[in-house]
């Protein structure tokens, strides 16, 4: 059973550039969720799809959006790149219960320049 | 609000000795409670999860976690310690309100030869 995959695994921006993050969860989950991770601020989240609608956001500003397709595929955009921008960027794929556990993604390492 | 809280940034501990990393937790109604372990540049394996049931909750690689109720605390155990074991360890806790998970601020387990 394939995992979590995140593309790509690494990026380089320059601010004022916009970036776009792949998440395709384990097949049959519906749930994907999206994490920032930075040395400061730990583990941080940014929200939360399922069935193509977004359930919840973390407390991040405007220039963070998403979707979620279809099949579950989800996309993470982040406009306006900002050198603060630069983090690991997890996603977490889990079937809808809550008490089930989260499958992360191996994360994309985004640096803004 | 849920949180966790690890209160150790870092535990050494020689190989072939027992190791704990704490984790204490704070919620409203019933917790469900994970430990993630994360290696460098990597995303976040799951390990275990309490959600009801036993105190000793068994998971990955040998480790398992007690859940003490009274103390509000769930700390991560394994019997003897590997030098492979060496990583960034994170409690969770699942937030029921927001569909997301909180995280603790990790603790970094290092194991000597």
């Known amino acids: 059973k394939a995992g979590v995959t995140q593309t790509p695994r690494y990026l380089i921006k320059t601010r004022g550039q916009q970036v776009t993050l792949s998440c395709s969860p384990i097949s049959g989950h519906r749930s994907v969720s999206w994490y920032q991770q930075t040395p400061g601020q730990g583990l941080q989240f940014l929200f939360e799809?399922?069935?193509?609608?977004?359930?919840n956001k973390g407390n991040f500003p405007g220039r963070f959006s998403g979707r979620q397709f279809s099949n579950s595929r989800s996309e993470m955009n982040v406009s306006t790149l900002e050198l603060g921008d630069s983090a690991l960027y997890l996603c977490?794929?889990?079937?809808?219960?809550?008490?089930?556990?989260?499958?992360f993604g191996q994360g994309t390492r985004l640096t803004v320049v | 609000a849920q949180s966790v809280a690890q209160p150790e940034d870092q535990v050494n501990v020689a190989e072939g000795n027992p190791l704990t990393v704490k984790c204490t937790y704070s919620?409203?109604?019933?917790?469900?409670l994970f430990w993630y372990v994360q290696y460098p540049n990597r995303g976040l394996q799951f390990l275990l999860k309490y959600i009801t049931g036993d105190n000793l909750v068994k998971g990955s690689y040998g480790f398992e976690a007690e859940f003490n109720k009274s103390q509000t605390s769930f700390h991560l155990k394994k019997p003897s310690a590997l030098v492979s074991d060496s990583a960034l360890y994170f409690c969770?806790?699942?937030?029921?309100?927001?569909?997301?998970?909180?995280f603790g601020t990790g603790t970094r387990l290092l194991v000597s030869p």
């Open positions: 799809y399922f069935s193509e609608t977004q359930r």
């Open positions: 919620v409203s109604g019933n917790p469900y």
């Open positions: 969770a806790v699942r937030d029921l309100s927001f569909q997301k998970l909180v």
């Open positions: 977490a794929s889990s079937l809808f219960s809550m008490n089930t556990e989260a499958f």
